[in-house]
């Protein structure tokens, strides 16, 4: 049986005796845990542990903590996502975590339908979000959840591989050089416009297709993401 994994943001020199939130321990209680039983915990920058189930009611979960810490270092390619918003932006998030990215970045573009910002309680809510998915898929690193103009990421960006989308190149995703890390942006419904694609070229971003086809933009990531760990995924250094 599959054990139950609870994202907490514990510390490397987490006592034994834990009792978790009632955020976390109402995910428990939906599943509905038994005392006794096996959970684990991770704290989303790669360290996670086993504990046991102690004490249990309606609000909160008591553990023990009965293996030690054990900790994971990042994959490569660590990779950094920009996709512009979108209503469907929580799809987003929940199927980039399960791909293993390091941070997604809610974007502003001269094509979204809005032009402020995301606010912090819709940053927390893919927060919360990412961890779920994080909780699911096995990994144990949650994502830096952010909301920016273009141009900020752009000025940002810090990857020797930085790449944008545009089904128009003739960069396809295929002949990528291969690089620890990777800067990728991904335009609003219709695309990035001619303006912003010249803004990323002279900040030294490539262009890059996936083929022929054409994605809505809450589809373009996963497709993108498969795409690159397909390529690259734990390739050796």
Known sequence: MRIPRIFYPF?????????????????????????????????????????????????????????????KKKQIPSINIAVAEIKSFDKVVRESCQLGVNSINSLMTKRTKSSNLAGEKKIQRWKVIASNSCEQCGLNWVPDIKSSSLEDWISSSKSKNKIFLDPKSHNKIQKLDFLP????????????????????????FKSISCGNLIFKTETMPIVVLSMIQALYGEKKL
Request: charged content about 35%; cysteine-free; proline content about 1%.
């Open 181 to 204: 890390s990777i800067d990728l942006a991904v335009g609003p419904e219709g695309g990035f416009t001619e303006d912003e694609k010249d803004l990323f070229k002279k900040n030294n």
């Open 11 to 71: 510390e490397l020199e987490e006592k034994n005796s834990i009792k978790l939130d009632i955020s976390s321990s109402h995910h428990l209680n939906v599943i509905n845990v038994k005392l006794e039983q096996e959970v684990e915990l991770f704290n989303g920058v790669g360290d996670s542990f086993k504990a046991k189930v102690l004490e249990k009611n309606k609000k909160n979960i008591s553990l023990e903590k009965i293996s030690e810490i054990k900790s």
